[in-house]
């Protein structure tokens, strides 16, 4: 097997326990697609060095970051927010040295407040966090949010690429969003 596609599908099938990949690769010949999807769609991490000699380094702090978990198998519920614009839309499990951003949008006619309740596993007791936000109280998003925000949401499109193929649909939504606002994908060149 040697196209990145089937290779991610397969790995991402064969993970029926739902495990975090991490990937790492070093060098100015990795396959960057391959090792970002394969952690993406396992809710895992990657790390991609430009020059070898920086991995000896860089390997152990990788690695090092996700060594205490604190929140594993998480389920999230926005309440009455627009699922279909947030994202990640698999949350990835939370470690101690970590952090983990989550990006989307609201009506503020129609949504008044921010509830987001994380259900998972913290060692092997079921766990629940709820996070609570006015959203009147939040300041004007600046450019640069909305910029990571559909970041977010073309990995997510360009990983449903991975899964159902090219589509019509799929492509014309991110050439939509990379023209929007500014980001480049490999769907530029």
Known sequence: MQDSR???NAVTAENSLHNSVFAFGAGNTVNRYL???IAYRN?????ILPNMEDTTAKLPAFFDEFSDPL???IKADYGRIDHDEIFPRSIPNFYRKGAVKVYGRFDPEKDKQ???RLTGRAGSKEKELIFRAKLGDAGQATGAIASDWAFAKAYYIIGEISRQGETPGLIGELKE???KYNIRT???Q
């Open 6 to 8: 089937e290779v991610i």
């Open 71 to 73: 929140l594993t198998d």
């Open 177 to 179: 969003l990379s023209a």
């Open 43 to 47: 809710i895992g991490r990657s790390c």
């Open 35 to 37: 090792l970002d999807f």
């Open 114 to 116: 921010f509830v987001m």
């Open 186 to 188: 490999i769907y530029n």
